[in-house]
């Protein structure tokens, strides 16, 4: 078999059994990544230089026997808002375009020591501003499932590099739900962990209470072993929890027999795409078979988190985004006249469209005379929506629902129509505003071969549940292994 087919787990053995080499893998990897990229565009930039040193590097300590991780060689690729020193960070916008910061993201630091290998940076929507990877500033992401569609957003240049087999896994970032929604429209694995379990040092902002890296992987056991190595108290975040990271992959069996599942009635609404619910439900009755005790619930103010998060997210973005002024870095306008028209323009020419609109979103319902009407009231519905996940846990240990409501759409389908897009993430913006840990695996397939994803929400700082009940789930069926015909 293909080198770049293979996950972290089945790679590791073959490395420390001296089988294979680090560079081997990663010459498997670009050969693919050269015949295949060209026609789904997953990476802005490849590190090919930087990848190999570190593959060396990894190559020494396998042959000393010294230092070896579950990671030590492994190719790892990059959303491109996560800052690696001295390699071009561009959030997938113009503004960014050539910008080099002079340091490295905690996770991609603790990679590193890890021995893990960084292929290059994976495309976006604009600051991770979007459902479909199409708001990127210099091209959109195709799905390896049909190229005609999106692969979802804002870590689509993610999912697509895994589902495709362009690298052995990758990092996203998942704000209102763009580690789980694009990793149920590329039928992969998809982890965001509880808001402080993963520090965000070096992640360009988006909305900050929001924020969180997570892995993107073709297994949960390769989910679980990525989690170790880049979860953990951050210094450099004050955010981050400090609360002991397991090895979420050691002892991933469970007794489902003692796990209570919640179903909310309002994540099964009208408009959800037939063969999702119909997936969705299977996977429920999976469970329910194995000896699951399924337990129907409410999550009453679910209704009301797009509109809660339209209004917290924009506001903490057009905030984050008054840093970009052409003045210290990023692009300038050269020809203004005055420095005034410089701010102006740099913004005016550096910005996307789906940018410049949540920026004045944002900055709209934090001005004066409408900061209580709108952001204070969002901040208070928040706090009705949390609550609805605390009085459902008194009650079930984790929730299931369809991530998506729809399988991928086509590209330009929902571009022109902003809210019909925000409602992509209709069922991963509530558990985010929670602060919870939330998993996307896929559950099967509808009648044009596209991947449908389950949602598996846990409690806080229980990712370890999310990663058992998904496990026993991979185990027992084969919708993970399924890959896209693309060559």
């Not at 692009?331 to 410049?356: H, P, V």
């Not at 409602?423 to 558990?431: E, G, Q, V």
């Amino acid at each position: 078999m293909e080198l770049f087919k293979l996950t972290i787990e089945e790679l590791h053995k073959q490395l420390i059994e001296k089988k294979v080499k680090p560079s081997e893998i990663l010459d498997s990897i670009y050969k693919r990544i050269e015949s295949v990229d060209p026609k789904i565009k997953a990476y802005l930039l490849l590190t090919k230089e930087l990848a190999y040193n570190m593959a060396k590097k990894a190559e020494e300590k396998i042959m000393k026997n010294e230092n070896i991780t579950e990671l030590t060689g492994i190719p790892v690729a990059i959303k491109d808002n996560m800052c690696l020193e001295g390699v071009p960070t561009t959030c997938a916008a113009k503004m960014l375009e050539g910008y080099k910061p002079p340091y490295t993201a905690t996770v991609l630091e603790r990679l590193k020591d890890a021995g893990a290998v960084f292929l290059g940076k994976l495309n976006m929507d604009e600051y991770a501003f979007g459902s479909s990877t199409e708001n990127s500033s210099f091209f959109p992401t195709r799905n390896p499932w049909d190229l005609e569609r999106v692969p979802g957003g804002s870590s689509g240049g993610s999912a697509a590099a895994v589902a495709a087999d362009l690298c052995i896994a990758a990092l996203g970032s998942d704000t209102g739900g763009s580690i789980k929604q694009p990793a149920a429209l590329c039928g992969i694995t998809g982890l965001k962990p509880t808001y402080g379990r993963v520090s965000r040092y070096g992640l360009i902002a988006f909305a900050s209470s929001l924020d969180q890296i997570g892995p993107m992987t073709k297994t949960i056991k390769d989910n679980a072993i990525l989690l170790k190595y880049i979860a953990g108290k951050d210094k450099k975040d004050s955010t981050t929890a400090d609360i002991k990271v397991i090895d979420f992959a050691e002892n991933l069996e469970c007794d489902i027999k003692k796990f209570k599942i919640g179903i909310p009635k309002e994540y099964f609404i009208e408009g959800i795409q037939d063969e999702v619910k119909e997936n969705v439900l299977s996977a429920i009755e999976f469970f329910r078979k194995k000896g699951a005790q399924i337990i129907d619930i409410s999550l009453p103010h679910t209704d009301y988190a797009i509109d809660v998060y339209y209004i917290i997210a924009p506001a903490e973005a057009s905030s984050n985004l008054a840093r970009f002024d052409g003045v210290q870095y990023g692009l300038r306008d050269t020809e203004a006249e005055n420095i005034i028209d410089m701010y102006k323009n740099s913004r005016q020419k550096g910005f996307g469209k789906e940018t410049k609109r949540r920026i004045m979103l944002g900055t709209y319902v934090l001005s004066s005379g409408y900061y209580d009407a709108y952001y204070k009231k969002a901040q208070k519905v928040r706090t009705l929506i949390k609550q609805d996940f605390n009085f459902a846990f008194e009650k079930v240990d984790v929730i299931i629902t369809p991530t998506s409501p729809t399988t991928a759409f086509k590209i330009g389908e929902k571009i022109s129509d902003p809210l019909t897009m925000y409602l992509s993430d209709i069922f991963t913006i509530a558990p985010n505003l929670a602060a919870l840990p939330g998993i996307s695996i896929p559950c099967g397939f509808d009648k044009n071969n596209l991947p449908i994803g389950l949602q598996i929400i846990g409690k806080p700082f229980k990712e370890d549940d999310l990663y058992k009940i998904a496990y026993l789930y991979q185990k027992e069926t084969n919708w993970h292994l399924k890959k896209p015909d693309i060559n």
